[in-house]
């Protein structure tokens, strides 16, 4: 079975630093890794995925994102964050494996906080 | 493009009764997915259609059922509700074409609420 874990509930960052929400799977062949963020009372929004090749993606709105396969994580980075980043950041596997089926298992999410 | 619109985007529901959800995927996409979001359980997948078949289904009880119709556009249906079913749902759209590597789109959900 497949699963992800994001061990921060929540992160906290001052505008202007570098931020990292943290992610690592657990997949029985290779990964298919997804970032999306939720806005209060909103749907998610897609921000990157990896699905092979260099190991850092980039993806919407600043952020990029690092795939290590040795310590099975995908952190999520910006350079300097943004107040309007606060949001709930969910990290998403789909399994290779996983034959024929789309759906994504999602981790429990991290909260953002930027302090101005 | 328009974005997945879902409707409604609230309701409120007393036990017993059933409720039905619509979504609109992306024009083009053929590929429909059903999450349910709350607070203790977080995102759970619900199920998948695909050219209005059922292609996957989650760990939900038979009261939740859906459909997919030629258009694309799907509805999912929650009978005899409980207190429980109380939640965020969300549908996502994608391609379907790209197999493993499709991204999925989500909606702005329905908010449900069970009194």
């Known amino acids: 079975a497949q699963s992800v874990a994001q061990p921060e509930d929540q992160v906290n960052v001052a505008e202007g630093n570098p931020l990292t929400v943290k992610c690592t799977y657990s997949?029985?062949?290779?990964?298919?890794l997804f970032w999306y963020v939720q806005y209060p009372n909103r749907g998610l929004q897609f921000l990157l995925k990896y699905i092979t090749g260099d190991n850092l993606v980039k993806g919407s709105y600043g952020f990029e994102a690092e795939f290590n396969k040795s310590q099975t994580s995908f952190h999520l980075k910006k350079p300097s964050a943004l107040v309007s980043d606060s949001a709930l950041y969910f990290c998403a596997v789909r399994d290779i494996f996983y034959t024929g089926r789309r759906a994504l298992t999602f981790g429990s999410g991290t909260r953002l906080q930027v302090q101005p | 493009k328009a974005g997945v619109t879902q409707t409604p985007r609230y309701l409120i529901k007393t036990r017993g009764q059933q409720v039905t959800l619509s979504c609109s995927p992306i024009s083009g996409h053929r590929s429909v997915s059903w999450y349910q979001q709350t607070p203790g359980q977080g995102l759970q997948f619900l199920f998948e259609y695909f050219s209005e078949t059922q292609r996957n289904k989650g760990n939900f009880p038979g009261r939740f059922s859906g459909r997919q119709f030629s258009n694309s556009r799907s509805e999912m249906n929650v009978s005899t509700l409980e207190l429980g079913d109380s939640a965020l749902y969300l549908c996502?759209?994608?391609?379907?074409?790209?197999?493993?590597?499709?991204?999925?789109?989500f909606g702005p959900g329905t908010r449900l609420t069970v009194l």
């Open positions: 997949v029985s062949g290779n990964p298919y």
């Open positions: 996502a759209s994608s391609q379907g074409l790209a197999g493993r590597t499709d991204t999925q789109y």
